[in-house]
């Protein structure tokens, strides 16, 4: 089944958009670029962009560090509204006590617009490196800035101007007393930048506080969370970061099907999955990783089987309540990339039964089933359906019709796989939507020859080693050694 049709019979059932690849959160820049492009283009998820503003010394930085560190296996990047101050004149610099810091327009936004945009379409930028002794940001260096999953944009004034505001996925505004603010503002600027305490009250009253109330407090509305207190307020950053997390870890088709489960991602999976898709790496490091990865799918999947609770004894003599594993299980490998599942299944399930299904393709729509050899008991049993590819969709549907054909209970089946394409999500679960989906990754989506991109090409042929290049290299080993 083509790309098209998919999305046709999704939007009509579910009145959900998908000209493109709207669910993945991509802008509409990427969505041609997503369906015409090559395995090795550039394609990326769009990161999550968090506004932090609230008044001068409100605790801003010290919100966005505590964030920063708490999401320290995330890519975090922190901007600075501040590093957008326009550069000051000669005159206004002899004028300097007369320069208003606090009014949105002595900010270069239009740099800032085009800083972000960049960021969030994947670019590296170059931040300039304000210096509040000179009043110029082209004293120092610029900062190199690369994209990341997400981004914190802070400062007093960056709910000010709408186009700013439509970037964030995420609006928190620092509420901090005024004397408090004063205090601390006094302290920084004095200490810290070595201002006279004079000039700190003065700017301080002819604009800090003025612009505070014409144009830092009305932007609290905007606000999805408002944290009272700042920095002192550790349960409102938890609860932050918490929300930070469940968002980058969930895919948004999980939103939209409750049984597709994509493992949480980290760095360590990342690192897998690059080594895996990269064209250059070895057959033998794609089978080592491709291990390891399905290792944890295998893992996650067994995660969703149903248990009894049980008791024991401990060698303390103490009674400790904890879980009986489901028995009746069996795996069903979709044979042939299938197969490269069936070790990770036994070495977690010993002496689990694995049946098999070959599926043929025929041309580019046609799936043909051509040999079945099943548990005689697999109706009794929660089967794990191994195939590390979901694309289309097709062989999918066609397994998993066979097994209910045999009297398998739809929500007895999970479906393990490394990559799974939007495309055969919807398929497979608009077609049974009680059967679960445990998969690594979710991919952009198919290209026109109905391959999953990125992908990682034909991931039997990878892993078994049949693939035309390298096939000297390839020690052979025994498919007898590989299955027992
Ligand atoms: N909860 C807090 N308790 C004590 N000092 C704080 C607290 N939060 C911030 N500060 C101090 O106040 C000053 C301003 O804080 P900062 O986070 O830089 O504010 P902003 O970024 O909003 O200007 C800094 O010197 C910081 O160390
Ligand atoms: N040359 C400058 C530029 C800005 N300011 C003040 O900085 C404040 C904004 O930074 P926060 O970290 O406090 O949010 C703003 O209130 C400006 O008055 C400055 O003093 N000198």
Redesign the pocket.
């Known amino acids: 089944m083509g790309s098209k049709s998919v999305e046709d019979m999704i939007e009509a059932s579910s009145g959900v958009h998908f000209s493109g690849f709207h669910m993945d959160g991509l802008g509409s820049r990427n969505i041609e670029k997503a369906t015409t492009s090559s395995a090795t283009e550039n394609v990326h998820k769009q990161p999550f962009v968090i506004g932090v503003a609230?008044?001068?010394?409100?605790?801003?930085?010290?919100?966005?560090?505590m964030i920063i560190q708490q999401l320290h296996d995330q890519r975090v990047v922190l901007v600075n509204q501040d590093s957008f101050y326009h550069n000051l004149s000669e005159e206004e610099f002899a004028r300097v006590h007369e320069c208003n810091f606090d009014h949105p327009d002595a900010f270069d936004t239009e740099k800032l617009l085009d800083s972000m945009e960049n960021l969030r379409h994947g670019q590296a930028v170059d931040i300039p490196n304000y210096d509040f002794k000179s009043y110029k940001s082209n004293v120092f260096p610029a900062r190199r800035v690369n994209p990341s999953d997400v981004i914190i944009l802070?400062g007093?004034l960056i709910f000010h101007d709408h186009r700013v505001r439509e970037l964030m996925n995420m609006k928190i505004f620092?509420d901090?007393d005024a004397d408090v603010?004063l205090a601390?503002?006094i302290?920084?600027d004095t200490v810290?930048k070595g201002r006279d305490i004079d000039t700190v009250l003065d700017q301080y009253s002819k604009f800090v506080k003025p612009a505070f109330d014409d144009f830092i407090l009305p932007t609290k509305k905007y606000a999805d969370i408002i944290i009272p207190?700042?920095?002192?307020n550790h349960v409102a950053v938890d609860l932050i970061v918490q929300h930070i997390r469940t968002k980058l870890g969930q895919h948004d088709l999980c939103k939209i099907y409750p049984n597709l489960y994509v493992i949480h991602s980290t760095f360590q999976i990342r690192g897998m999955h690059t080594l895996i898709r990269d064209s250059q790496t070895t057959k033998h490091d794609f089978v080592f990783y491709a291990d390891r990865l399905i290792r944890l799918v295998v893992e996650h999947g067994l995660g969703h089987l149903p248990f009894t609770e049980k008791q024991v004894i401990t060698p303390t003599g103490s009674v400790y309540t904890g879980v009986d594993f489901c028995k009746r299980l069996c795996g069903v490998s979709v044979i042939r990339s299938g197969e490269s599942m069936e070790n990770a299944l036994r070495a977690c399930c010993k002496g689990i039964k694995i049946g098999k299904i070959l599926i043929h393709r025929e041309g580019d729509n046609g799936q043909q089933l051509i040999y079945e050899k099943l548990p005689q008991d697999i109706s009794q049993r929660h089967v794990l359906l191994l195939d590390p590819i979901l694309g289309t969709g097709n062989s999918a549907v066609q397994a998993i019709s066979l097994l209910i054909k045999k009297g398998v209970p739809e929500s007895n089946i999970i479906f393990l796989n490394l990559i799974s394409a939007p495309q055969g999500v919807h398929v497979v679960c608009k077609t049974f939507p009680r059967i679960k989906i445990v998969t690594s990754e979710i991919d952009i989506g198919l290209n026109e020859d109905f391959r999953v991109v990125p992908g990682m090409g034909e991931f039997g042929d990878r892993y078994f080693g049949t693939d035309d290049d390298d096939q000297q290299v390839m020690t052979p080993v025994p498919y007898f050694n590989r299955s027992c």
């Open positions: 609230g008044g001068s010394a409100s605790g801003k930085t010290t919100v966005c560090d802070e007093i620092v901090t603010r601390r503002r302290r920084r810290d207190r700042g920095g002192d």
